[in-house]
Structure formats: C-alpha cells, structure tokens
C-alpha cells in the first residue's frame, strides 16, 4: 500500500467515481509511480514497480465491483485509488495509492474511509489490509484509521514439478458439472469460515482466461480446492510463477496432498514455480511447505480494522490472498 502520513492541507480531490476499463491505462502509471516511490523511500532506491498486466486490473474491478473507486484532481487527472473487495463476510482493500504531489493533504484517510464505509455497508465482518511490515509510515498510518497489526504474510515459491496423478482442474469439467462442483466449493467454503464465499473469484478467474481451481477429492465428496492465476502480473513479462490466490482445505492435514498438484499445475501452466501466500498462524502448512523445500520470498504485515479481525477457523485450513 502506498501511502504517507497527512500533514497538511492542499487542493480538495474530487470522487469518489467508479473504476472503469478505461481507466486502467492513467491507473497502471500511477501505480507504478507511487509504489516505485514508496520503495525508494523505504531505502530501495533500485527498485522500480512495473505496471500490471491489465487483465489483472480488469479482473481487480470487476471483483471489487462498486467498491472499484478513484478521485480525480481539478484537472481531472487520477490523484488517488481504492479497490474494496469482499467475499462474504471477508473485506479488504487494495491495491490503493495517493499520487505522491497530493500525498500529505488528508486524502489518504478519505479514500480508506470510503473503503471501511463500503465493507461495512455490504456487511463484512472482517476489514483488513496488507502493507510492508518495514514501512513504519504505512503502519502508523493505518493504526491511526483503527487498523490493528496482525500477522505476516510469508509468500512462499514451490518449484513446479509433476506428480503422480494429474490435478483435477475446473475447466476441465462439463457445464453442469462444473457448476456442481463451483457450488460444491462454496459449501466447503462455508463449513470451514462460515459467511466466507469465493464464487465471484472462481467464476472471474474462469471468465477472464486468468487461470483455474484445482479440486481435491475423496472419493466422490469435494475436501479442498485451490484457486490459481497462471497469467503474468506484470505487463508484458515472461510467465514465471503460479499465484495461489486462494486455499480452502477440509483439514489442514490434506494440504500435503494439494501441494504436489499445485505444483504439477505451475508445470503444466509453462511456470517455473508456484506462489503461495501463508500467514503466520498456519504454522502446520508452513512447516510441510519447508519441509518439501519452499523457500520464504517476502514478507507482508496483514492489519485489521479493530473489531473487524480475522478469526482462525475452528477446524481446516483456509488461506486468503489479500493482494491482486
């Protein structure tokens, strides 16, 4: 998350307005700007944020639907960005950026009011966000919206490799039998976090040619899915990786036996490795992720609006991409 503490008072900001598809060019600049800035001010001055494939914006708007916002400067340019997505009860934002020349004006706390606003309205029971866990700015920033630090976030790279049976994917099913097994996914879904529902997500990631679900199975009865993107983040790049977006699994044990068919996917899919984000309190997955020789990438501070926190399923396994 872009961001930086507001000082003091400059030129009012227009907006919210809804992100369209048309946006998505100016919008890809200035993400890349801000979070390239964001960086540099961290001490990563080499670091240089390319812009996103812009079928990952496209998939971000339309899942984020109406809580896709941006204002507009007197001149009508973009100066700042939220996206609000919700599955269910589950809320969080981003990505979400102020342009750096209206940075320290107070618009940063209205274009995160307007997202806890909207979560609220559409009846999420968690809020929450992901930032660097160095960026104190960020943090102090967040905390002062009434966000409260939570877990890291430890994005782990699986090498892709195939395995001894072949992942059951999505799309490979028939219609009708794939809209059982859609179904079938919210339903576990619903058992293991309850008021959690990531059929939007399935049916996007369907829709827009981004990747596919891989689907567990015990005999005849659904004990697990993964949702993946195989398309490239970034625009114009070479496909290096799997992103792991989602994980719902009916024991955290059987995690063991996802992790070869997400790894036969990234093969499959012409990727080197597969990406998968694990916060830290699933200490069971992130030991059987070690133990087969995932290595940790980076790492994110996941915070929470206070009284909107996440809270760990009773039983199962479930892991949430708080980043497009």
């Not at 998939?59 to 996206?83: H, K, P, S």
């Not at 967040?142 to 892709?160: E, I, K, N, Q, W």
């Not at 040619?209 to 970034?234: N, Y």
Request: with cysteine; hydrophobic share 40%.
């Amino acid at each position: 998350m872009a961001m930086q503490p507001d000082t003091h008072a400059k030129a009012r900001l227009r907006g919210p307005y809804p992100i369209t598809e048309q946006d998505i060019s100016p919008l890809n600049v200035m993400f890349s700007e801000a979070f390239t800035d964001r960086y540099r001010r961290d001490g990563l001055v080499g670091v240089r944020v390319p812009p996103l494939n812009p079928v990952i914006w496209r998939y971000a708007i339309q899942n984020a639907a109406d809580g896709a916002m941006l204002w507009r400067d007197e001149r009508g340019g973009i100066a700042a960005f939220n996206l609000a997505h919700h599955s269910g009860y589950e809320g969080w934002m981003g990505p979400l950026a102020v342009r750096e020349d209206c940075q320290g004006a107070g618009h940063g706390k209205v274009i995160v009011r307007a997202a806890i606003d909207h979560l609220k309205d559409v009846g999420c029971r968690v809020i929450g966000l992901e930032t660097m866990p160095r960026t104190m700015d960020n943090i102090g920033f967040y905390a002062s919206m009434g966000f409260v630090p939570g877990r890291l976030t430890l994005t782990m790279t699986l090498d892709g490799a195939p395995s001894l049976r072949a992942p059951t994917l999505l799309s490979a099913l028939e219609s009708a039998e794939r809209e059982r097994a859609i179904a079938a996914c919210a339903a576990l879904t619903n058992r293991v976090q309850p008021g959690y529902d990531y059929t939007r997500e399935l049916r996007l990631t369907a829709a827009l040619g981004l990747g596919d679900t891989i689907l567990l199975h015990e005999g005849d009865r659904l004990v697990g899915f993964a949702l993946c993107h195989s398309t490239s983040l970034v625009e114009g790049r070479a496909r290096e990786e799997i992103r792991v977006l989602k994980v719902v699994m009916q024991d955290e044990s059987l995690f063991s036996d996802m992790m070869p068919l997400l790894a036969d996917y990234a093969r499959r899919s012409g990727a080197i490795r597969a990406a998968i984000r694990v916060q830290s309190e699933h200490t069971r997955t992130f030991r059987t992720l070690v133990e087969v020789g995932a290595r940790v990438r980076w790492t994110d501070l996941r915070m929470s609006l206070s009284d909107y926190e996440e809270r760990a399923p009773s039983s199962g396994l479930l892991i949430s991409n708080w980043e497009i």
